[in-house]
Each structure stands twice: as C-alpha cells, then as structure tokens.
C-alpha cells in the first residue's frame, strides 16, 4: 500500500477532500465529491487498467454522506481497500456502514460542538470590547487549526487502518472532545449572556427595565429553546414595522 | 469597487458555506465584517452578524437538512446598511438591517436548494452513471462549484440592491424609538442565545458550569 500509494497522492487526495460537497446533490449527496477526491488514489491503483479506473469511478460517485472533515476517514480507508483488491461488494458495504457513524459523530463533534465553541469565544472577545479583527482572527485561528487537524488525522486514520477503521475510530475517543466542547460551550453561553442583555451588541447601555426584560427573555429561552426563533423573527418583523405605525399615529 | 467587493465576498461566504472549503468565512460573524469593510465599517458589519449569529446557533447542516442561508444574507443586509450612508451604529437602521438580513435568509436557503436541484437534474443526467469517467467527473464537480460561487454572487448583489433601495427610505419614515430599535435586539438575542443551550445538552447537564459564566459574564460586565 505505501509502496504504491506515496505521500504525494495522499497530499493530493487531502487538498480535494477539502471541495467534497462541492457538487452537493439530493440524488448523490456528497458521492460525486467522494469519487472527485479519491481520484488521485484511484489513478495510481489502477494505473495502465482504464476499464478498471472508470468502473472504479462509477462505483465511488454513487450516494454517499457523511460529515466533510471526517470524510478522509472513508476515503483513505476505502483507498487502502481498492489497492488490496478487495471486490467491489465488500468495499461497497463498507462505505454503507461508515455513513451514518460518521456523519453523526462530526455532526455532535463539530457542528453541535467544536464550531458554536469557536463562535462563542469570538463573540464574548468582540462584546467584551476587544478589536473587530482580533475576535476574527481568533475565531478562525482556532476553529481552522482544529478543522485542518481533524481533516488530516481523518485521512491518516482511516488510510493506516483500512478495514480496522472502526476499532481505531472507538480506540480514539472523540467523544471525551464532545464532551469537552459541551462544558465550554454551555460556560461560554454564560458568559455572553449578560453582556447581550445589557446592551452590548448595539454599542449601548440599556435602562434597567430593558435590562429586566433581556432576563426575563433569557429564561424564556432555556425553558423553550430553539422553538422560539420564528416567533422572535416575527416579533422583530412587528417590532420595526412599530416604527411605521408611530409616524402615522403622531 | 464596493459592489464588485461585495460580490466578491458573497461568492467566497456562499461557497465556503457548503461547497469549499468550509473554513467558517460563511459564519455570520465573519462575513458581516468582510462586508463592513467595503464601507470601511467592518466593527458595525460584525455586529450585525453577530445578531445573526446568535439567530443561527442551533441551524445545523445535518444530513440533507434545508436551513436558512445566513452567510450572504448578512453581507446583503450589511451592504444595503453601508449604501443607507447613515451615521455609524444608528439604532433604527440597525435594526433594520438585522430584520432584512433574516428574511433575506429564506431566499438564499432557497437558492441553494435550487443550485443543489440544478445539480441533481442538469448536470448528472447527462453523465450517464455508465459513462461516467475520471475526466468527466472533475469537469462536473467544478462546474457544480463554480455555480455555487456564482450563485452566491448573484443572490448578494440581488439582496444588496433591494436593500439598498428599500433601507434609506424606510429609515427615513422610520420614527420608532432609537432605544425600542436598540432594547427589542438585545431582548431577542438575550431569548435566542439562552435558547442555545441545547446544543451543549440542555440546562439539566449544564447548570452548573452555565450559572457559572453568567457569574463571571456579569463580573466582567461591572468591571468593564
């Protein structure tokens, strides 16, 4: 495998596995992606084979999803797959049942996780007045070196260990990473929360009785939720449309 | 410059959101930066996106889940602000532009499910799966991608010239309250953000450690 397979395909197949989504679909999802960045490795395995190249590519741009950065854990595995030969069958099984797990997982890791973390630390460095570009450069500092990480050990783990992919996956433990972006999430949440209340996003400091309604809010909030996102979007609606109905009025 | 800037920045945020390479320069936060910055306004950009922000903390792109696209809706609300040309950090204008930046969100997410269709039903059929090759493969994927930018570019500068139209006039006979404009952002995140907590597994599992920042949030807030 690391005979045929060198550093530079790998290299290769990491850099397009940063555009998997990119032909997103409701038919194929992120297949085509899949196909589209395995192809350096499907090149060097079948080099001299056309046939084999191109039945290899249809095989691997049929439906496929996962989460992006750990879909290096598919590919690198799946590579490691075609190049011992095994047969189409038991490689498509395998890409079957690493879907979901994956997609879960980054789904909690990540999404659920690592990026409103990164938002959050953004948010309470801009609201506690610290300059624009250095709440920026932070938020992207920190989350893109986390992202860039994961892509590549995504890719080594799922290259180095093949059909094993799964023990090595329970082996690592991402979940204690779950866990840790769960404390620091809810600590951060926190934190920024009196800092909204008084009035921080807009620049201003907000009279007590504001200052009340934005607690009272808060609780609302925990005891209801994301469910209250439409009706607020629609009180915001009401609320700027008030500006309208005072000119007519007075 | 400025709208070809704002195109520019639309196409990025759009395609970072889904398509390349997902690195967050589509979160809210940092698109209405990018895009104050073509008003040399990049605080007031950022602020608006960090209403947005807290708005879409609980958006997740989970399997094929259709969700508001918030990214270029934020630099179209944050550019039709910039061609209002009122004062920095005016309240009612603020809040307009937050109220346009979260409708126009439901127009981008369906220009995004309709680039996913034009995908699926233009560009896949006529690579029959038996015909498709090596080559064939990486033509359609990066006509998919170059669609997404294009895509993204189009619907900013759409968003950016309606509200550029509409903004100044509707603050001009916008006569609310600058503190009702200024008071109904911070009640609404305040509601929004505390909503969040599910995603760190609700307030059960997590009092603790959130009673405790709301501790230090308000010591930091006396000190400050």
């Not at chain 1, 991402?174 to 620091?184: D, K, P, S």
């Not at chain 2, 570019?153 to 006979?173: E, K, R, S, T, W």
């Not at chain 2, 995140?189 to 909503?195: D, Q, R």
Request: aromatic share 10%; glycine share 10%.
């Amino acid at each position: 495998m690391k005979d045929t397979i060198g550093a530079g395909v790998r290299f290769r197949v990491f850099l397009r596995s940063f555009a998997i989504q990119g032909s997103w679909n409701y038919r194929t999802l992120l297949g085509t992606g899949f196909g589209f960045s395995l192809l350096p490795a499907l090149r060097v395995i079948y080099a001299g084979r056309p046939e084999a190249l191109q039945d290899a590519v249809r095989r691997h741009t049929s439906l496929f999803n996962c989460h992006p950065y750990l879909a290096g854990i598919a590919l690198g595995a799946v590579a490691r797959l075609e190049s011992e030969g095994e047969s189409p069958e038991v490689v498509s099984r395998f890409k079957g049942a690493l879907r979901s797990a994956l997609g879960s997982l980054g789904d909690r890791m990540v999404w659920a996780g690592l990026r409103p973390c990164c938002l959050l630390l953004a948010l309470a460095l801009l609201l506690l007045g610290a300059p624009w570009w250095l709440s920026l450069v932070v938020f992207l500092l920190v989350y893109n070196t986390a992202h860039i990480t994961l892509r590549w050990w995504s890719l080594r783990t799922g290259w180095d260990a093949g059909k094993q992919v799964a023990q090595r996956l329970r082996e690592s433990n991402l979940e204690r990473f779950h866990e840790g972006f769960a404390h620091a999430g809810a600590f951060l949440l926190g934190l920024i929360l009196p800092l909204v209340a008084v009035g921080a996003l807009t620049g201003d400091r907000l009279p007590p009785p504001w200052v009340l309604g934005g607690a009272v809010a808060a609780v609302v909030g925990l005891k209801f939720g994301s469910a209250v996102r439409y009706p607020l979007m629609v009180a915001l609606v009401i609320i700027a449309s008030i500006g309208f109905l005072l000119r007519t009025t007075s | 410059m400025t709208w070809l800037w704002l195109a520019l920045v639309g196409g990025i945020v759009g395609l970072d959101a889904t398509s390349f390479p997902q690195a967050m320069l589509s979160r809210p936060l940092v698109a209405g930066a990018l895009a104050g910055l073509a008003f040399h306004r990049p605080l007031e950009g950022m602020l608006v996106g960090a209403v947005i922000e807290i708005f879409d903390l609980p958006n997740l792109p989970v399997g094929a889940a259709r969700y508001p696209d918030s990214g270029t809706a934020t630099v179209a609300g944050v550019g039709a602000l910039g061609f209002a040309g009122l004062p920095e950090m005016h309240a009612g204008a603020f809040l307009l532009a937050v109220v346009f930046s979260l409708l126009w969100e439901y127009v981008t997410g369906l220009s995004t499910v309709f680039e996913r269709r034009l995908n699926e039903r233009l560009v896949l059929p006529k690579h029959d799966p038996q015909r498709m090759t090596d080559r064939s493969v990486e033509a359609l994927h990066l006509l998919s991608t170059t669609l997404d930018f294009v895509r993204a570019a189009v619907i900013v500068m759409v968003g950016v010239f309606i509200g550029a139209n509409l903004l100044p006039a509707i603050v001009h006979d916008w006569h609310g309250p600058l503190m009702l404009s200024s008071g109904s952002i911070a009640v609404t995140a305040a509601m929004m953000l505390a909503g969040a907590i599910g995603l760190f597994g609700g307030l059960r599992e997590r009092r603790t450690l959130f009673l405790a920042g709301a501790v230090c949030g308000s010591i930091l807030l006396l000190l400050t």
